[in-house]
């Protein structure tokens, strides 16, 4: 799949290059009016998500001052004796959470550390690096933040890599804390030279392939284009595949579940759904907890929440979960409208 291929509908290009994002590089190609107004939807969408970003941030620092204050009315109101007993309690359940933080934290390591022996192989290619401006690799790298996260709390986490790791993508993703401690791969050369004894067992994953995926391979290698291109770039990955002789395949979306207006998802999205397949063995649950609500038609997500109500609270409360492990994460891409075309 390729991250941001086609548009729902594919017309010709039109408009003045004078339309174009002014953020593009020379060598972008002019976005048809279907491009241009999903673009503008995009950008909306962004700005949006920014203001909640420093709502939420504002609240937060609100909710933390009243909290602090409201401790401090509390401790003035008791007793030396009191005071120092529930002092001593919030202190041992500090220490209660650090130290759960800290099994949680070696159990993470444990399960990435053997999945580089027993894990899926998922690769993520940065190849494409070179058509992207500053902001889509900025953007690319909170994914690939976020695909790290997620594979760290995943049961079944997959053994990533991260291919032709090189300039700004590279300097980007070395500023983030901790990334020179994350258990990956981190391979500046190709995919094609990093695993050429195994060619045989890559598989890049396009829309644009006629062979739908239906299992996990634990010998192939899958491959997800590392690619913001904002449907600049049709067909691109399944080109490079076929130039380098590989095997394609797209997930089976189609067969589960109908999208709405957008065909795209993110490369997070993408590897989140590759490891939600490999914890649960079921593409539809895989697909309605990755995808978005808004990128699918109502009918499809009546029919899987009617069949959801009756698997009782157990799903729901795994939703819950999951929606409070997700805020964990600062500004995670989970939602963006920009990333891998689906297709199918």
Not at 47 to 60: L, T
Not at 170 to 185: S, V, Y
Not at 313 to 338: A, G
């Amino acid at each position: 799949m390729q991250t941001a291929e086609a548009t729902e509908n594919g017309e010709d290009a039109v408009g003045d290059q004078s339309n174009d994002d002014a953020s593009h590089p020379p060598s972008t190609q002019p976005l048809s009016k279907n491009a241009q107004k999903k673009l503008l939807k995009q950008q909306r969408f962004e700005a949006k998500k920014a203001e909640k970003k420093a709502a939420m941030k504002e609240h937060k620092k609100r909710e933390g001052e009243r909290k602090r204050k409201e401790w401090d009315q509390m401790l003035e109101g008791v007793t030396e004796e009191e005071r120092k007993r529930l002092i001593d309690s919030r202190k041992g359940l500090r220490k209660e959470r650090m130290e759960k933080r800290s099994e949680e934290r070696e159990n993470k390591i444990q399960r990435l550390t053997a999945s580089k022996h027993h894990g899926q192989n998922i690769v993520v290619d940065f190849e494409f690096s070179h058509l992207m401006t500053t902001s889509e690799i900025h953007s690319l790298v909170q994914q690939i933040m976020y695909c790290y996260a997620i594979n760290g709390r995943s049961t079944s986490p997959g053994h990533l890599w991260l291919t032709s790791l090189q300039g700004e993508m590279e300097i980007q993703l070395k500023r983030l804390p901790g990334f020179d401690k994350w258990i990956i791969e981190k391979e500046d050369r190709p995919y094609i030279e990093a695993f050429q004894d195994r060619k045989e067992h890559l598989v890049y994953l396009t829309a644009d392939s006629e062979n739908t995926l239906d299992e996990l391979d634990p010998m192939n290698i899958y491959i997800v284009g590392g690619l913001v291109d904002r449907n600049r770039w049709k067909g691109i990955t399944m080109k490079k595949a076929k130039e380098q002789g590989i095997q394609t395949a797209k997930l089976p979306i189609g067969n589960y579940l109908k999208m709405s207006s957008s065909q795209v998802l993110t490369v997070n999205q993408v590897i989140e759904i590759l490891l939600k397949f490999l914890e649960t063995k079921d593409w539809k649950t895989s697909f309605f907890q990755v995808i978005p609500q808004r990128k699918r038609c109502e009918s499809a997500s009546e029919e899987h929440n009617a069949d959801s109500e009756r698997e009782g609270n157990e799903e729901k409360d795994d939703q819950i979960e999951r929606k409070r492990k997700s805020m964990e994460l600062e500004s995670p891409p989970h939602d963006e409208s920009i990333g891998t075309d689906l297709n199918s």
